[in-house]
């Protein structure tokens, strides 16, 4: 078991930033990719973006590619999400995920999330 704490969320106008956090605790060493995820009211869940354990390999999705960067902290059981230049469209519940996959319904582990909302 896994369990995900994601913190860092809020209210922002568009072109702001915010940096979401997410802790990991439980059977971490077994944790190599770590992936942030979002949902928009009546929407799926959305992949956002993908780092590997040293950080060397990330992924995004197109729609954050260039204004979100991903970044973890082993020590700490830590994985980042920093949003710049954040559009009304980023708005959503943001999770973090053990997970390398982009389709959610391959991941296994989620915590509550945090809310993201941007407005114009």
């Known amino acids: 078991q896994v369990q995900l704490v994601e913190s860092g969320g809020g209210s922002v106008q568009a072109g702001d930033s915010l940096r979401l956090s997410c802790t990991a605790s439980?059977?971490?060493?077994?944790?190599?990719?770590m992936g942030w995820f979002r949902q928009a009211p009546g929407k799926g869940r959305e992949f956002v973006a993908t780092?590997?354990?040293?950080?060397?390999?990330?992924n995004y999705a197109d729609s954050v590619k260039g204004r979100f960067t991903i970044s973890r902290d082993n020590a700490k059981n830590a994985v980042f999400l920093q949003m710049n230049n954040l559009k009304p469209e980023d708005t959503a519940l943001y999770y973090c995920?053990?997970?390398?996959?982009?389709?959610?319904?391959?991941?296994?582990?989620w915590g509550q999330g945090t809310q993201v909302t941007v407005s114009s």
């Open positions: 780092i590997n354990w040293s950080g060397s390999s990330t």
């Open positions: 439980g059977r971490t060493g077994s944790v190599y990719y």
């Open positions: 995920t053990p997970c390398s996959f982009r389709d959610a319904g391959l991941c296994k582990y």
